[in-house]
């Protein structure tokens, strides 16, 4: 059974780094056209894509946020690390790790989510 | 990047109605990988169609996408109460991915 489980803190000041893992199980982070996706969703609003890592270490970041997003794994721990920095009120929002496999079939799996929010 | 468009915002009807979501491109999406999700509140978002026409398995048959290029659509047949949700479109065809901004799909 594939599952994805998001943690890292509930609360952030503004202008401090947000750092949040994913842990995985029921498959592999190194297995081959395996990738997985960081989106988040502001209160009541729409979700939005952050970045993905491949299963061979290639990585790809949303074009407004790309320089502040960095994305790594550790595929001894089964985990996804996304780092952003400076973060703002705006940026409270219930972030979501998610899988998806190279091929048609799209982000099929996603954890439960984690709220972030950003204190002023 | 690729911005995609979803109409309506909102979508008003009763029970057993049809109902029709659009979502359009502003390029051509690659291999036709535009997915749709559902979303209720307070859950993550459900796959239920992907490669614009092709259905989850054990999501109903009354959900049905289509379209090519940069105009897709997913109807509902016949709207079940559990149908009343919200509806993004998203394509994987090239990075960076995007998202639509949604669809409400509320009791009338």
Do not use: H
């Not at chain 1, 001894?76 to 496999?101: E, F």
């Amino acid at each position: 059974q594939v599952t994805l489980k998001e943690s890292g803190p509930a609360l952030v000041k503004a202008t401090q780094t947000l750092t949040l893992t994913c842990t995985v199980s029921g498959f592999s982070l190194s297995s081959s056209g395996t990738r997985v996706n960081w989106i988040r969703q502001p209160p009541s609003k729409a979700l939005e894509w952050l970045a993905r890592i491949d299963w061979d270490d290639d990585k790809f970041y949303s074009t407004s946020l790309r320089t502040r997003l960095t994305i790594s794994k550790d595929t001894s721990k089964n985990q996804v690390v996304l780092t952003m920095t400076n973060m703002d009120p705006v940026d409270t929002a219930t972030y979501y790790c998610a899988r998806d496999i190279v091929g048609p079939t799209a982000i099929d799996s996603w954890g439960q989510g984690a709220l972030v929010t950003v204190s002023s | 990047e690729i911005v995609l468009t979803q109409s309506p915002g909102t979508l008003s009807l009763s029970p057993g109605e049809r109902g029709t979501l659009s979502c359009r491109a502003s390029q051509s999406v690659s291999s036709s990988y535009l997915a749709w999700y559902q979303q209720k509140p307070g859950q993550a978002p459900r796959l239920f169609i992907y490669a614009a026409s092709s259905r989850v398995t054990g999501i109903p048959d009354r959900f049905n996408g289509s379209g090519s290029g940069t105009d897709f659509s997913l109807t509902i047949s016949r709207l079940e109460p559990e149908d009343f949700a919200v509806y993004y479109c998203q394509q994987y065809g090239s990075a960076p991915l995007t998202f639509g901004g949604g669809t409400k799909v509320e009791i009338k």
